[in-house]
Structures are given as structure tokens and as C-alpha cells.
């Protein structure tokens, strides 16, 4: 495909269930990120992979949130124990490079809520 | 702590006029500014970018002010069209943190025709 693709677009699902969200990066892309946006609010970074390099992390909100990436291919974003402030729009982005000048491609999202 | 703020939630703008989308940064080290765009129901799109030793970038319709005294940029569209209805994102980042982007809130700006 041509652009990123996330997958399921839409889940709900029941305070304390786990959830995993499926991210396809452009093709040739090394970079990869992972945002949300809760309703209302500007998107907040998560997590981002670039190469084989050890991971940024500093964005995820608690230790319930997880994710992988194997190779320079498909991500993986698990939230465990999922709480009612998990519901957001969790959106996938990858870039040619990590730097300044490679801007980031957004999948259209997995709107996430948790009931 | 918002390191990038719009203060505007949403504008409303007749066609064919100018729209002007204002954003505000606190974090003096950002040396790369974005603007994304972003449709319902879809991911945002860049639209258009500003490096910090510049103060002006153009493209088309589109033109980006940045004022680093002030910590503030702006967007200019002109003239502005119906299909420019749309959120849009302020972005910024800061040098040796790959491209980690910290956004604003979002601007929903309204074209009338």
C-alpha cells in the first residue's frame, strides 16, 4: 500500500481487558511512531523506533502501555488493563528518516474506547 | 505544561480570503516548526515546515511565519477555499531528538463559500 495503515480502525472495549493495535509503516520508512489524541486535545507522542536502535520510550503515560517493532516493518501498541482515560485516537507514523527534514506520514488511526 | 499552544480553537473565514492560524512555543531549544492538516476521520498531513534559521517558507497557497524573538509562527493561506476546511496542527522539534514532534491543540478553521 501507499500509505501507513493501522489496524482495527475502531475498539471498543471493557475496562481491564487488554487491547493490541496494528501499525504498517510505509514501505523503506526506518522510522516509526506512535501518538494518540484524546478528544479535544493535540496529539501526544507515545513511542518512536528508528533502525535497530534502542527505542524512545519516554512518552508512554504508564507501564500498562508496551509496544514492538520488528525489523523496519509492522508495530504493535498493547495497552494492558485498559482504563477509561485509554480511550483516544492512537495514530501510527513513519518517516524516511528520523530527523528534521523527513516528515511524518499518519495512518488515519485506531479510535480506542473503553467502556 | 504546553510547550505549543493555539490559542484560537476554530476560525471562520469567507472564500477567497485570507486565513492567518497562530501558534505560540515555549521551549526556546525547538528548532524545526511544522504545520499538519487534518481531515475528519483521517490521519494529519504535513502541509508545510519552517527551520529556525529561516523566517519565512512559502509554497503555494501556504506560507509560514516564524518570529523567534516572540517564540511564535503563524500560518497564512490565501486566498482560502472551502477544501481548506479542516484542523489544523502546529507542530515543533527540537534538534538531536530525532523527529519527536510536540503539538498544539489544533486550530478548526471553517472556509465559507
Known amino acids: 500500500g501507499a500509505g501507513v495503515s493501522q489496524s482495527p480502525s475502531n475498539k471498543v472495549t471493557e475496562k481491564g481487558k487488554d487491547v493490541e493495535l496494528r501499525c504498517d509503516p510505509i514501505?523503506?520508512?526506518?522510522?516509526l511512531y506512535w501518538y494518540r489524541q484524546r478528544l479535544g486535545q493535540g496529539l501526544e507522542f507515545l513511542i518512536y523506533?528508528?533502525?535497530?536502535?534502542?527505542?524512545?520510550k519516554s512518552g508512554l503515560p504508564s507501564d500498562r502501555f508496551s509496544a514492538e517493532r520488528t525489523g523496519e516493518s509492522v508495530s504493535t501498541l498493547t495497552i494492558q488493563r485498559t482504563q477509561q482515560e485509554d480511550s483516544a485516537v492512537y495514530l501510527c507514523a513513519s518517516s524516511l528518516v528520523a530527523g528534521s527534514n523527513s516528515p511524518l506520514h499518519f495512518g488515519n488511526g485506531t479510535r480506542l474506547t473503553v467502556t | 505544561d504546553q510547550q505549543v499552544k493555539q490559542n484560537s480553537p476554530s476560525l471562520s473565514v469567507q472564500e477567497g480570503r485570507i486565513s492567518i492560524l497562530n501558534c505560540d512555543y515555549t521551549?526556546?531549544?525547538?528548532?524545526?516548526f511544522l504545520w499538519y492538516k487534518k481531515y475528519p476521520a483521517e490521519g494529519p498531513t504535513f502541509l508545510i515546515s519552517i527551520s529556525s534559521i529561516k523566517d519565512k517558507n512559502e509554497d503555494g497557497r501556504f506560507t509560514v511565519f516564524l518570529n523567534k524573538s516572540a517564540k511564535h509562527l503563524s500560518l497564512h493561506i490565501v486566498p482560502s477555499q472551502p477544501g481548506d476546511s479542516a484542523v489544523y496542527f502546529c507542530?515543533?522539534?527540537?534538534?538531536?531528538?530525532?523527529?519527536?514532534?510536540?503539538f498544539g491543540a489544533g486550530t478548526i478553521l471553517r472556509v465559507k463559500s
Open positions: 514501505s523503506g520508512h526506518t522510522a
Open positions: 523506533f528508528q533502525g535497530n536502535s534502542a527505542p524512545d
Open positions: 521551549n526556546s531549544m525547538f528548532d524545526y
Open positions: 507542530a515543533a522539534s527540537e534538534a538531536g531528538y530525532g523527529n519527536k514532534l510536540v
